[in-house]
């Protein structure tokens, strides 16, 4: 069975919520680049997917490069990690997509908790570091993670509708179909 639903319940009690929290090899190719901030913040770190996964295999992509997807990006709510982003060294691979999201868990929006506050602005990209990139720069930003989580957008934007009558969005969406 891929992740109980206790299991993701329970993230923070679990070893992969803690090597998560815990672990100290943040993403050095962001560092250098003015995502320290992000960094600390997300808590981003590198490691072999193969070995953060180790007892739930089934929910790696299917890939001959799966090892070089080693930064790991968790997606927290409500203090709790409830999915991670696996974005690829490039150089280790250019091959396959940039970053990946896992097999079998529900997809989430990266920053949501945005919803819950009361900003007067907040960009909404596509993609993590379309997000990340306005983050850094100082302004609030939530990432879809996939075009086709649009729906959930707008149903938590609905739940948080008396927090959100004053927020201007401005989408920054990427240039596809």
């Known amino acids: ?40 913040q997300y808590k981003f770190f590198s490691m072999n997917p ?3 996964l180790i007892d739930n295999m089934n929910l790696l992509p299917s890939l001959n490069n799966i090892e070089s997807y080693s930064h790991i990006i968790p997606v927290w709510d409500n203090n709790k990690v409830v999915n991670i982003i696996l974005r690829r060294d ?20 990266f920053n949501s908790e945005l919803l819950k506050s009361n ?23 939530i990432s879809l993670n996939s075009v086709n989580m649009h729906g959930k957008f707008i149903e938590l ?18 240039n596809d179909e």
């Open 50 to 52: 193969k070995e953060l």
């Open 90 to 109: 490039d150089k280790m691979s250019t091959e396959n997509a940039k970053t990946l999201n896992l097999k079998s868990i529900k997809v989430q929006l």
């Open 157 to 174: 934007v609905k739940e948080n509708l008396s927090t959100l009558k004053n927020t201007k969005f401005v989408l920054a969406l990427d």
């Open 119 to 141: 900003k007067n602005t907040i960009f909404l990209t596509e993609g993590i570091f379309d997000c990340l990139s306005l983050e850094c720069l100082g302004h609030s930003s």
């Open 1 to 40: 069975a891929v992740f109980k639903q206790n299991y993701l319940d329970n993230l923070e009690e679990n070893y992969f919520f803690k090597r998560l929290v815990n672990e100290q090899s943040f993403i050095d190719v962001f560092a250098n680049g003015g995502f320290d901030k992000a960094i600390e």
